[in-house]
């Protein structure tokens, strides 16, 4: 079937502007997971899902990020008064079940966001 | 806390030379080990993990990786590099459920460099 897929591939903001980035896992996984990518860098985690349930946000920078996942299924991260800083590629990543530390993780292609 | 550190940031080696990538972790209980390849424009693709069920473990494209406990290291091998295997190649922990975070933690990865 089809693997975990993002939109906009690609989105320029000017500094102070929201913007919304949407992830779709593979059908039927429990655990959707958000990472930051900078440039040069690995990815870092986020914050993590379990069904609709946001279980661990401890990786949000600041309050203007939030995630939501209301049915379960398709998962959005906003970003809100977009800073430089925030420029990096966006990941999103699912697995089937929940909060095993052992899962495979399917990884999306990313969300690159340059912020201007 | 759990990290981490990937020795080399570039490694260059010629086509049909041995690969190796060094990863050595921290992790303050006993950890699920990850080694995620990254082609450009696409999303990180899962090598290999070890659980425990083997300290050798064997993943796709011919890798395998070796958990050393002793030396704190989950390095990845491939006797013979062949040109397809040039991308940026990422070392993550998990800590076992029950006690660790949610996400993965990443290294900054290593650009493999295949010469011909």
């Known amino acids: 079937g089809a693997g975990v897929s993002q939109s906009p591939r690609y989105k320029v903001a000017k500094r102070g502007q929201d913007v919304a980035l949407r992830c779709d896992p593979i059908?039927?996984?429990?655990?959707l997971f958000w990472y930051q990518q900078a440039l040069g860098q690995g990815p870092e985690f986020l914050t993590y899902?379990?069904?609709?349930?946001?279980?661990?946000k401890s990786g949000l920078p600041s309050d203007r990020f939030f995630a939501e996942r209301p049915e379960g299924s398709v998962s959005t991260l906003k970003i809100q008064r977009t800073q430089q800083e925030d420029s990096a590629v966006y990941l999103c990543?699912?697995?089937?079940?929940?909060?095993?530390?052992?899962?495979?993780?399917?990884f999306g292609p990313g969300t690159r966001l340059t912020v201007t | 806390a759990q990290s981490v550190t990937q020795l080399g940031s570039h490694v260059s080696v010629s086509e049909g030379a041995l690969v190796l990538l060094r990863c050595n972790y921290s992790?303050?209980?006993?950890?699920?080990l990850f080694w995620y390849v990254q082609y450009p424009n696409q999303g990180l693709q899962l090598l290999l993990k070890y659980t425990s069920a083997a300290t050798l473990v064997k993943g796709i494209n011919g890798f395998e990786a070796e958990f050393k406990k002793s030396e704190t290291s989950f390095h990845l091998t491939k006797p013979s590099a062949h040109m397809s295997d040039a991308a940026e190649y990422f070392c993550?922990?998990?800590?076992?459920?029950?006690?660790?975070?949610?996400?993965?933690?990443f290294g900054k990865g290593t650009h493999l460099i295949i010469q011909p």
């Open positions: 899902f379990q069904n609709e349930a946001q279980l661990d």
């Open positions: 993550a922990v998990n800590e076992r459920s029950g006690g660790g975070a949610d996400g993965l933690t």
């Open positions: 990543a699912s697995s089937l079940w929940g909060r095993t530390g052992d899962q495979k993780q399917y």
């Open positions: 059908s039927g996984h429990v655990s």
């Open positions: 992790s303050s209980v006993p950890p699920y």
